[in-house]
């Protein structure tokens, strides 16, 4: 007779005893990665006001009229749109007609783009090198003191940055399996980035297609023909817009405002595209170009993101992110071509060298606020090759890098922080005293030891974090704002002054439109203080051929304004002259007011 054993009931460890798995300390890791990115990009949120006054007022417009959410028009009668694309103006113009108008819906869609941005980014290094990596460079991009800026503020950067990571997160996908799908989506996202901030969202192409083409896993005709393919989407998606605007009847749509011939398509090519460039061709409008205001992006050159100007904004992990690019190439250069970990070096790297050339030679209109479209690229750059450093430190060519990173960010966050002296004078000197434990800890070959990599996280953020928390805790405003804490602010400070009086008066108003002045920023004021539309006499700078003095003279004969507020920003001046000798001028607060109705 044989006997059946039965095992013995097992005790459940204690509950204090039992070990949380890899996998779920990277998804708690996330999920706090998220909620700290949130809580950095949303709170006191409001303090702002509206940020840029020019673009809030075009989300004004929005959310009143469809038309304006269309074409991104400044004012709900659509007399003139903003001098970009309105793909971002789509977003905040949808929140402000769900939610209602106001601060907070003005520059939450911005905030959530930012928390979206660093989400994809985890997720897009997170296939190519790890959870680990991931966390690093969500981390970096979300603590990147112009990234927390510019997704805390109305301007269109937040979307174009969302736009080309949500690119870079398809490629990733294409390039694991020679997806043309993936290819094709990728394509689209900049497509809509380019409806965003049209050519620049251009610059990440380069570093896309040569990833796939080096490293998708399939024959070179069909990497060809998928990029065909990519770029096929890319046109769709952002050509339909620019033909419903080119086919559509200019006397029933707004002017393009920035454009010299009410034509999308040359404001692309010349005010947003080559002028921005070269500085001749229409971006020079405005102001701008390669003079020593900070405001302007500081002198050409090679050492452009290292100056005064984009220095504090971007370039905190930039040695770090070039070093650990070229020992991750040379690292990997006997690799199969289908690499993974190469290919995302390319990628990345590819994507901070074109752009971080052009921003550096650009000689038109250059805003130290441009290189947020660096962050993803120099984040994720320090997260592949950190990690794969890390992974290899214990041969010594690899553990030097490493040193390399850590010291190179260290000693430059030092010198970043030394130029606001006055400003947490210790943090400074707590960077690089955390920078020499690190490197002396990988120098004496104590690189196994846990707590090293938490030392090395924190000496390559923490510079760049105080900047950011500070950044955050700064209101901002105009047309130029900056990173940083209020002693380092020194951008431009534009806008109209709209007084109580003024308010009043065309609060009155019941005319189509209750006011009309020179230039967009002088109405933006005058139609966000009153809620009443403001027509921009010459769109931005006043110097749009919009409305012509012949419109002008028609909607007044039609009793359709009512006021023209004299003192206004920029060089149309036909109208303003005409108004002077057939009308009579008032004081009005302070203000020359022309009352249109009389």
Avoid: C
Wanted: glycine share 14%; net charge positive; aromatic share 10%.
């Amino acid at each position: 007779m044989t006997a059946t054993l039965t095992p013995s009931p097992v005790a459940a460890p204690p509950l204090n005893d039992r070990k949380i798995s890899p996998n779920a300390l990277h998804r708690i890791a996330f999920l706090g990665l998220l909620a700290g990115t949130a809580v950095l990009y949303l709170w006191n949120l409001t303090a702002s006001g509206y940020g840029n006054e020019f673009y809030a007022a075009a989300t004004q417009a929005a959310s009143q009229s469809w038309k304006a959410l269309l074409f991104g028009s400044l004012d709900p009668g659509n007399v003139i749109t903003v001098d970009k694309p309105p793909a971002f103006l789509w977003v905040s113009g949808l929140f402000a007609k769900a939610f209602g108008f106001s601060s907070w819906s003005v520059l939450a869609p911005q905030a959530l783009e930012g928390v979206a941005a660093v989400g994809l980014l985890y997720a897009t290094v997170k296939r190519t090198s790890g959870p680990g990596a991931g966390l690093v460079a969500g981390a970096a991009l979300a603590l990147t003191p112009v990234a927390t800026l510019m997704f805390r503020f109305n301007l269109p950067d937040a979307l174009l940055v969302l736009l080309m990571v949500a690119a870079a997160y398809a490629t990733v996908r294409a390039i694991e399996s020679a997806n043309a799908w993936w290819l094709a989506l990728a394509g689209s996202a900049i497509g809509f980035a380019f409806l965003t901030k049209m050519l620049q969202a251009f610059l990440v192409l380069p570093a896309l297609a040569l990833a796939y083409l080096l490293a998708a896993p399939t024959s070179l005709p069909k990497r060809l023909l998928h990029l065909l393919g990519a770029g096929v989407s890319l046109v769709v998606s952002a050509g339909w817009y620019i033909a419903l605007v080119e086919l559509w009847p200019a006397d029933s749509r707004p002017y393009i405002g920035g454009s010299t011939n009410n034509s999308l398509w040359e404001l692309a090519i010349g005010y947003n595209g080559l002028g921005r460039i070269f500085g001749n061709e229409g971006g020079g409008r405005g102001g701008g170009g390669t003079g020593g205001n900070i405001g302007f992006g500081g002198e050409t050159g090679i050492g452009r993101l290292f100056g005064a100007s984009m220095g504090p904004e971007i370039s905190w992990l930039l040695p770090a992110a070039l070093i650990g690019l070229v020992a991750g190439l040379w690292f990997t250069r006997r690799a199969p071509r289908t690499d993974r970990t190469r290919a995302a070096l390319v990628l990345w790297g590819g994507w901070v060298l074109v752009s971080g050339l052009v921003f550096s030679f650009m000689s038109g209109i250059t805003h130290p606020y441009y290189t947020v479209a660096l962050a993803p690229g120099i984040a994720a750059l320090v997260g592949v090759a950190g990690r794969g450093l890390w992974q290899g430190r214990a041969h010594f060519p690899v553990r030097m890098s490493l040193v390399a990173m850590v010291a190179a960010t260290g000693v430059w966050s030092f010198i970043l922080l030394d130029r606001t002296p006055t400003w947490l004078p210790w943090l400074r000197w707590t960077v690089l005293a955390a920078t020499a434990i690190a490197v002396f800890a990988l120098l004496l070959g104590l690189s196994a030891r846990r707590w090293l990599a938490g030392v090395l996280v924190a000496a390559a953020l923490l510079g760049t974090s105080g900047y950011s928390l500070a950044t955050a805790a700064t209101t901002h405003s105009g047309s130029i704002p900056l990173s940083g804490p209020r002693t380092s602010q020194g951008g431009m400070r534009e806008g109209g002054e709209a007084t109580s009086e003024v308010v009043q008066l065309l609060k009155g108003a019941d005319t189509s439109w209750a006011a009309a002045t020179v230039g967009a920023q002088s109405a933006a004021s005058l139609q966000l203080a009153s809620g009443r539309p403001v027509i921009a006499i010459g769109g931005w700078n006043g110097s749009d051929p919009a409305p012509t003095l012949e419109e002008f003279k028609a909607l007044v004969a039609e009793g359709k304004v009512r006021y023209f507020v004299a003192g206004g920003r920029g060089g149309n001046s036909s109208i303003g002259e005409w108004v002077a000798s057939e009308f009579t001028a008032t004081v009005v607060g302070g203000q020359t007011v022309y009352d249109l109705g009389a």
